[in-house]
């Protein structure tokens, strides 16, 4: 097994491109240690030293390090976490564990720019941050005001308020006159 590795625009995440399937569809999100225990990989990942969050999305594994630990130091042991993993034959995710599909349910007269602002979301953004090691999920819209949760290389990166800003904020101004602002929201 041969895994690949790509730098990221933030640069305490590096993605991990195992050359196999890891998640079948949607994404999953573990910021902590503790997050982990639905998913045997993630577990394996986190045992690592100065590992501070796990990603999973379809195709790679996004992993972030605290401030303190250098990449040299860290990545041939994650490099053998994930090895070992898929050799045990182990699942990713728990039985008990879904993936994420990425976008809260919204209820309300807003459904129609709703449904527009998920759909450039899934067709414009999500494919564009996934390069990038992240995800960004829907969580709401109130009166002209997107709220996205970035995860994955997206959460924390230097540059992702300016993606969500400049970016995605004029992307959805563009097609949707009813947007706004775009704003960042913790998990």
């Keep these: 097994?041969?895994?690949?590795?790509?730098?990221?625009?933030?640069?305490?995440?590096?993605?991990?491109?195992?050359?196999?399937?890891?998640?079948?569809?949607?994404?999953?999100?573990?910021?902590?240690?503790?997050?982990?225990?639905?998913?045997?990989?993630?577990?394996?990942?986190?045992?690592?030293?100065?590992?501070?969050?796990?990603?999973?999305?379809?195709?790679?594994?996004?992993?972030?390090?605290?401030?303190?630990?250098?990449?040299?130091?860290?990545?041939?042991?994650?490099?053998?976490?994930?090895?070992?993993?898929?050799?045990?034959?182990?699942?990713?995710?728990?039985?008990?564990?879904?993936?994420a599909t990425g976008h809260a349910e919204h209820t309300g007269e807003d459904g129609e720019i709703v449904d527009q602002i998920k759909e450039l979301l899934d067709t414009r953004v999500r494919p564009a941050v996934a390069q990038d090691g992240g995800d960004i999920t829907f969580h709401g819209f109130d009166r002209g005001i997107v709220y996205l949760h970035m995860q994955g290389a997206c959460a924390g990166c230097p540059s992702s308020t300016l993606t969500l800003k400049m970016g995605i904020e004029n992307l959805l101004r563009h097609y949707i006159p009813e947007v706004l602002e775009v704003r960042p929201v913790a998990a």
């Design 1 to 99: 097994m041969f895994i690949q590795t790509e730098s990221t625009p933030n640069p305490a995440t590096l993605k991990f491109l195992p050359g196999q399937t890891v998640l079948e569809a949607g994404t999953a999100d573990f910021p902590s240690g503790e997050a982990a225990a639905k998913s045997p990989l993630a577990q394996r990942i986190f045992a690592v030293g100065g590992v501070t969050g796990v990603f999973l999305g379809t195709d790679f594994v996004t992993v972030t390090k605290g401030d303190a630990t250098e990449w040299d130091h860290i990545k041939p042991a994650i490099l053998g976490a994930i090895m070992e993993h898929y050799q045990s034959g182990a699942p990713i995710l728990n039985d008990d564990a879904a993936p």
